[in-house]
């Protein structure tokens, strides 16, 4: 693929709105994971990534947009106003129109919360709030009619939901949508909350660990989960210091909610990510790992990598840093990508205390600096769905 320009990005996640707290936390190693107060479940609680300024959606959103009011769209806004996404994207609209930008989004839960808080307000007799908008709240194109409504763009629109692979396959469907004519522009990303059915779900499945995530290692026990958004402005053409150099995707439809045990999946996503990319795997100078820290996602993972790029691959994982944040982990985690080239650090992996002798793969625990050219992120989901990312300076 001809290598796109990402000409403007920013990101919210539990550190705070914007690159800035991201950005200082990654360097001083500092884990926005604290003891869950959230959830209203039984089961066993751990560590969540919680964003305080989420709790009042409606105080952030503008009156003209009440009726988009969830947790879910205050972290998207929240993304479009920070790191002058939001002025990027008007100098882009002027140059290409409103009607050649798409708006390519993902999650997993979009505004569920809202229904989930409407449920709990129901009337004696089972009826739902009058004030319960399904369709600008929980409606998976929910999050695209919110910034359409925002920014007046007017090109294509559309979210897509595939689990934790979510906002990282909207990389490829904006490429493709860029490359087929249909735009010239793309507003890329997307958002996930937490929500009571996530963290209950996870908890029943008993994928919740008892303490702060802890990827690749020995003891790993489960996620963390997150909340937040990230968004990326993606051009047909234009000067910009890191290009989508290539993405890859597949579907190994192995288990719904398990990976294939040797990475089958994972591996053909980061071929077809290299591939789209016209790189060898030594091309790679650091790899952000899905890392979930669940014993049989790190393992299927580490065999794919290990399989793919030998034991040479500078790697971590960070979902310590800002936990499981889901749908919206692609996304976020390009972001961090992304970071890492324009500083020349690799993060480390928060919690990696003792290294699994059963894993290959080489796992960064203290920050490294050194030149990056290139970098792939992992993002791999429930059901089979894999998709991953190379990002990099232009040849």
Not at 113 to 129: F, Q, S
Not at 167 to 189: K, N, P, R, S
Not at 277 to 287: H, M, Q, S, T
Not at 380 to 389: D, Y
Request: hydrophobic fraction near 45%; include cysteine; proline fraction near 7%.
């Amino acid at each position: 693929m001809r290598p796109l320009p990402l000409t403007a990005f920013s990101a919210v996640t539990g550190f705070g709105p914007g690159l800035a707290p991201l950005r200082a936390a990654l360097r001083e190693g500092r884990s926005a994971l604290a003891p869950d107060t959230f959830s209203r479940h039984g089961h066993p609680k751990g560590y969540i990534a919680r964003l305080a300024a989420a709790d009042t959606p409606a105080a952030l959103l503008p009156p003209a947009l009440a009726r988009f009011a969830c947790r879910a769209h205050a972290l998207l806004y929240l993304a479009l106003s920070a790191d002058g996404f939001a002025e990027a994207l008007a100098r882009a609209r002027a140059r290409w129109g409103a009607g050649r930008i798409a708006l390519v989004l993902g999650t997993s839960t979009s505004g569920i919360i809202a229904a989930e808080e409407a449920y709990a307000a129901r009337d004696e007799t089972g009826r739902l709030p009058e004030s319960f908008d399904f369709a600008h709240t929980q409606d998976f194109a929910a999050p695209a009619r919110l910034l359409a409504a925002c920014t007046g763009i007017e090109g294509p629109a559309l979210v897509l939901s595939a689990a934790c692979a979510s906002t990282a396959q909207c990389f490829g469907a904006a490429a493709e949508l860029i490359a087929a004519g249909f735009a010239d522009a793309a507003v890329v990303g997307g958002a996930d909350s937490l929500c009571q059915m996530t963290l209950a779900g996870f908890g029943a499945l008993g994928l919740i660990a008892p303490r702060p995530c802890r990827p690749f290692d020995r003891d790993r026990e489960g996620i963390s989960i997150g909340e937040g958004a990230a968004l990326f402005l993606l051009e047909r053409d234009g000067a910009a210091p890191f290009y989508l150099l290539g993405y890859g995707e597949s579907s190994d439809g192995y288990h719904m909610s398990a990976p294939h045990p040797e990475g089958a999946g994972a591996r053909r996503a980061m071929e077809a990510a290299l591939a789209a990319a016209g790189l060898e795997p030594e091309a790679i100078d650091y790899l952000n790992l899905h890392g979930t820290a669940t014993p049989a996602n790190d393992a299927a993972e580490d065999r794919a990598v290990a399989a793919l790029f030998g034991p040479r691959v500078t790697a971590s994982a960070t979902k310590g840093f800002t936990g499981h944040t889901l749908g919206a982990a692609g996304a976020i985690e390009a972001a961090i990508t992304l970071i890492a080239l324009e500083e020349g650090f690799v993060p480390p992996t928060l919690f990696h205390t003792t290294p699994d002798p059963a894993l290959l793969t080489p796992i960064v625990t203290r920050p490294e600096s050194r030149p990056l050219r290139r970098a792939m992120s992992n993002s791999f989901g429930f059901g089979g769905a894999n998709c991953s990312l190379v990002l990099g300076r232009a040849a």
